[in-house]
């Protein structure tokens, strides 16, 4: 059961807060201001910047005034400049440009026992790469609304839509709603832009629960409660053709989720935030790598439910709010899953080989995992991290599981990872990472990584 009744149990709370919240306010005096034009939902400080309030991201030049994640939507460890204007370009425009030189032990796919995987999750190729790219247009359209589009180059030459979203400014009694394409807001790591993590890949537990990222069409709703400290609930109606759907079952509606964040600030220089959420995924015929073998092929296809819960912690300290020299902030993530359905293996050629996995009723497979990492800013340009990633399993009860991805590993997979970081400026960053792959017991990879960043144009700034 974990802690999946907690979520809800809060989320619930959150719905009722909010009911209540409209019924004792001045519903007149708030609509009046909708109409008006006046935004009535939590301050937009920077127009022509996505505002989400826990997890701003405001043009360059760094955090507003404060340190906390209420004053200042929390400490920023990134170098800071004169900043872009809010009316210089509309839309405005950014460009990312990500690539790294890769020395691997053993090269390969990332394969992690007992989970089948997603086709995004790999760990790159050695030599000289481009990494993803971005290109990204970003406004205000009038003061009732917001867009956001993203498209992402792959290195294969592949362009896509990464996001492109509209995102409500004016709703009244702080509620915010977006439609379009985006990243999930479950977890503290997922909303992020791959660029912006402090390591060149995502997280193990990432990789093996969500193909690295939850992305989707759908809409959100959100509130932000009228409350001392920052406290914000949601929820989101999903598509569901990517991972962990991937199929857009249940009639274009395969994904749910509700999510809930807490952020205060500690003291003078600290700040934290909590979160918990909750994902609900409908499957049919999901497609995964598999273990290249002659009995059972190289494929599976589950049809099937998976419900996912998360909870994330965040904590970030400075001398005084001051981040300019020294920060630390760590974060951690646990991870743990149910997944109830069949699995058609498949031979060689993709198609059913007759064998079936039964993984219903109390044939059920839970799963779990977490992530902890530290990262130390020790002078204004240098930074440093370490990141501990693990996974486990239960033994899929079917006998047929022997040989594929959901046999049970001996020992959980497992990668370790660190890194050092320099900013010649606010604009670009060097990175150099080793990472220990310990997923697989009978293949132990290392790999080392020289990785650069650098951003055109009135790119956003991070992330609490």
């Known amino acids: 059961m ?20 409209m019924l004792y306010a001045d519903p007149g005096a708030q609509l009046d201001r909708f109409f008006a034009g006046t935004p ?24 507003p005034g404060g340190s906390g994640a209420i004053s200042g939507y929390g400490i920023s460890d990134r170098p800071k400049s004169a900043g872009v204007s809010p009316t210089a370009a509309n839309p405005y425009t950014s460009v990312i440009l990500n690539g790294y030189y890769a020395d691997f032990s053993k090269e390969g796919d990332l394969r992690v026992p007992g989970f089948p995987l997603g086709p995004d999750v790999s760990p790159g190729k050695p030599g000289l790469r481009l990494a993803e790219s971005e290109l990204g247009l970003y406004g205000n359209i009038d003061p009732y609304l917001y867009a ?10 592949g362009v896509a839509v990464e996001e492109a979203f509209l995102q409500t400014t004016s709703l009244p009694f702080g509620f915010i709603t977006k439609a379009g394409r985006f990243h999930s807001s479950v977890g503290y790591l997922n909303v992020f832009h791959r660029h912006a993590d402090d390591f060149i890949d995502t997280p193990l537990v990432y990789s093996a629960f969500l193909n690295g990222q939850l992305a989707d069409d759908g809409i959100q709703l959100r509130w932000l409660a009228p409350t001392n400290v920052l406290l914000e609930f949601g929820t989101e109606l999903l598509n569901g053709q990517n991972w962990p759907a991937a199929s857009s079952g249940n009639r274009g509606k395969g994904t749910t989720t509700q999510f809930v964040k807490l952020a205060d600030d500690v003291g003078e220089g600290g700040s934290y935030l909590l979160g918990l959420s909750h994902v609900d995924t409908a ?6 790598g598999g273990l290249d073998s002659a009995t059972h092929g190289n494929g599976l296809s589950f049809t099937g439910n998976n419900t996912l819960d998360m909870a994330s912690l965040v904590f970030k300290w400075s001398p005084l709010g001051n981040a300019k020299y020294t920060l630390f902030k ?43 990492q530290a990262v130390y800013k020790f002078f204004e340009r240098w930074r440093v991290a370490v990141r501990q990633s693990e996974v486990s399993t239960e033994l899929a009860k079917d006998p047929n599981a022997v040989g594929t991805d959901l046999e ?57």
């Open 148 to 157: 956001s589009v993203v498209l992402s180059f792959a290195p294969d030459n």
């Open 408 to 464: 049970k590993p001996g020992t959980p997979p497992s990668i370790s990872s660190a890194m050092v970081e320099y900013w010649p400026s606010e604009f670009s960053q060097f990175r150099l990472q080793y990472s220990a792959d310990r997923t697989a017991p009978d293949r132990s990879v290392d790999r080392v990584y020289l990785q650069y960043i650098v951003a055109l144009g009135a790119h956003g700034a991070h992330a609490y």
């Open 40 to 63: 009535v939902s939590p301050s937009y400080p920077f127009p022509g910047s996505e505002r989400d309030p826990l997890l701003a991201q405001i043009p360059s030049g760094g955090s």
């Open 283 to 288: 499957a049919t015929n999901r497609l995964s």
């Open 330 to 372: 760590f974060q951690a993530e646990v991870f743990e899953g149910d997944e109830q359905g069949t699995y058609q293996v498949l031979d060689r050629t993709g198609a059913p080989s007759g064998t079936t996995i039964d993984l219903r009723g109390r044939q059920g497979v839970r799963r779990g995992g977490w992530y902890a």
């Open 2 to 21: 974990g802690f999946r009744w907690l979520t809800r149990a809060v989320f619930l709370l959150g719905v009722w807060l909010g009911w209540t919240g």
